[in-house]
T-cell receptor, first 113, second 113 residues
Framework: ELKVEQNPLFLSMQEGKNYTIYCNYS?????LYWYRQDPGKSLESLFV?????AVKQEGRLMASLDTKARLSTLHITAAVHDLSATYFC?????????????FGRGTQLTVWP | DVKVTQSSRYLVKRTGEKVFLECVQD?????MFWYRQDPGLGLRLIYF???????EKGDIPEGYSVSREKKERFSLILESASTNQTSMYLC????????????FGPGTRLTVT
């Protein structure tokens, strides 16, 4: 079974700082997704990464995928309070379970002034 | 925009009751999923479906069943609710042919007393 590990699980950072969230997974896949969840709300799609070397950027967030290393990163640039949320990565194992996503446990990000 | 709706945002039921959670999507997606989310445990897949009248067990199917009689609707059934089924339930759908990006409903917070 595919395992997805995120780290850190909790991240407290000051406004204006940079940081990276890591997502490692255990078996070959070239489909990786990042989601955001605000407290009490549902999950919202942020990025879809579909090939090795894929890089997507939206505002202060940039996601990348290295399928050889089985690693995705979500980089935060000059954090602002509005980025406070929980971030999940998810991986599609493909094959007979194509479309089923395996989620990491999430990284709870708090940005303080 | 893809829209996934769930029948209730909040639900309170008594132990032993039969509980129905409904999910409807309006984008003609083939794939539909039910998750539960608990603090510290992330998202756990209960059941999923790749087509009408098809169902597949996820990681924690015990105590649950599902029904998919129409493509747009996927129901989660708690045959006899128990207090350990108090949780946030999230429904999602995705396109079999596309990127498999899952779109989530707003969630149902179920409390079993």
């Amino acid at each position: 079974e595919l395992k997805v590990e995120q780290n850190p699980l909790f991240l407290s950072m000051q406004e204006g700082k940079n940081y990276t969230i890591y997502c490692n997974y255990s078996t070959t896949s070239d489909r990786l997704y990042w989601y955001r969840q605000d407290p009490g709300k549902s999950l919202e799609s942020l990025f879809v990464l579909l090939s090795n070397g894929a890089v997507k950027q939206e505002g202060r967030l940039m996601a990348s995928l290295d399928t050889k290393a089985r690693l995705s990163t979500l980089h935060i640039t000059a954090a602002v309070h509005d980025l406070s949320a929980t971030y999940f990565c998810a991986v599609d194992a493909g094959g007979s379970t194509l479309g089923r996503l395996y989620f990491g446990r999430g990284t709870q990000l708090t940005v303080w002034p | 925009d893809v829209k996934v709706t769930q029948s209730s945002r909040y639900l309170v039921k008594r132990t032993g009751e039969k509980v129905f959670l409904e999910c409807v999507q309006d984008m003609d997606h083939e794939n539909m999923f039910w998750y539960r989310q608990d603090p510290g445990l992330g998202l756990r897949l209960i059941y999923f479906s790749y087509d009408v009248k098809m169902k597949e067990k996820g990681d924690i199917p015990e105590g649950y069943s599902v029904s998919r009689e129409k493509k747009e609707r996927f129901s989660l059934i708690l045959e006899s609710a128990s207090t350990n089924q108090t949780s946030m339930y999230l429904c999602a759908s995705s396109d079999r042919q596309g990127h498999h990006e899952q779109y989530f409903g707003p969630g149902t917070r179920l409390t079993v007393t």
